[in-house]
């Protein structure tokens, strides 16, 4: 019997059809155009896009949580940290790649902060890396302004009446992270068991941190 690959072969498990995309998107053929031509005109090299491919794919929310841990039992720290977010992260070794500002927004028993980008997605990625899709869509972005209260409901969070709500507009320039409440009965945890509890959603603003995930 020949080896002829098809789509209904016989396995013993079952997969979809591995399919080649060969015509690439217009995002695709764009950012091709303009790696070529900036490599071609000798502004970047391939090894600086590399560099910088790795540099973004190395952040992630443990940064941002290890810094929140660190602000919670560390009140010395913490004070540094508002008065200058940028400064405070690069104290614990996180570098930032860019321009951009940090600025850190405490939430306490009366103000509830929230980040946006009401015009695209800027993101404090030094710390928290690549933003979630919903960030990035115009619904959030829009509603997030326009109705707090509302979209804080849909992620599960039911603030009382009287906390209010701070809503931080992200730019290219300023970016924002939101130092959560510390929740009740982890005063005896240590900087590590406390990072382990902080989320990236809670960093945005959208949710509390919470023991065990349970809803607020
Ligand atoms: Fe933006």
Same mark, same amino acid.
């Given at each position: 019997?020949?080896?002829?690959?098809?789509?209904?072969?016989?396995?013993?498990?079952?997969?979809?059809?591995?399919?080649?995309? *060969?015509?690439?998107?217009?995002?695709?053929?764009?950012? /091709?155009?303009?790696?070529?031509? &900036? =490599?071609?005109?000798? @502004?970047? $090299?391939?090894?600086?896009?590399?560099?910088?491919?790795?540099?973004?794919?190395?952040?992630s929310p443990a940064l941002g949580a290890a810094v929140v841990a660190r602000a919670w039992t560390d009140p010395d720290f913490k004070r540094r940290l508002l008065?200058?977010?940028?400064?405070g992260c690069e104290e614990l070794g996180i570098?930032?790649? *860019?321009?951009?500002?940090?600025?850190v927004?405490e939430? /306490?028993?009366?103000?509830?902060? &929230? =980040?946006?980008?009401? @015009?695209? $997605?800027?993101?404090?990625?030094?710390v928290?890396?690549?933003?979630?899709?919903?960030?990035?869509?115009?619904?959030?972005?829009?509603?997030?302004?326009?109705?707090?209260?509302?979209?804080?409901?849909?992620?599960?969070?039911?603030?009382?009446?009287?906390?209010?709500?701070?809503?931080?507009?992200?730019?290219?320039?300023?970016?924002?992270l939101?130092l959560p409440l510390r929740p009740e009965g982890t005063d005896d945890w240590s900087p590590d068991e406390l990072a382990a509890i902080v989320t990236?959603?809670a960093m945005?603003?959208?949710?509390?941190v919470t023991i065990?995930?349970?809803?607020?």
């Amino acid at each position: 019997m020949t080896s002829v690959h098809t789509d209904h072969h016989d396995h013993d498990h079952d997969h979809a059809a591995i399919e080649q995309v *060969d015509r690439p998107g217009y995002y695709e053929v764009m950012e /091709t155009a303009i790696r070529e031509l &900036l =490599i071609a005109k000798g @502004l970047i $090299s391939a090894g600086d896009i590399r560099h910088q491919i790795e540099v973004l794919d190395s952040r992630s929310p443990a940064l941002g949580a290890a810094v929140v841990a660190r602000a919670w039992t560390d009140p010395d720290f913490k004070r540094r940290l508002l008065a200058d977010g940028r400064k405070g992260c690069e104290e614990l070794g996180i570098s930032f790649y *860019d321009d951009t500002q940090l600025i850190v927004l405490e939430n /306490t028993s009366e103000v509830h902060n &929230l =980040i946006v980008c009401t @015009l695209c $997605s800027c993101y404090p990625r030094p710390v928290l890396g690549l933003p979630p899709d919903w960030y990035k869509l115009k619904p959030y972005r829009a509603r997030a302004v326009s109705e707090p209260r509302k979209v804080l409901a849909e992620f599960g969070t039911h603030l009382p009446d009287d906390v209010e709500i701070r809503v931080s507009d992200s730019t290219a320039a300023v970016r924002y992270l939101v130092l959560p409440l510390r929740p009740e009965g982890t005063d005896d945890w240590s900087p590590d068991e406390l990072a382990a509890i902080v989320t990236r959603d809670a960093m945005i603003g959208v949710i509390p941190v919470t023991i065990g995930g349970e809803a607020a």
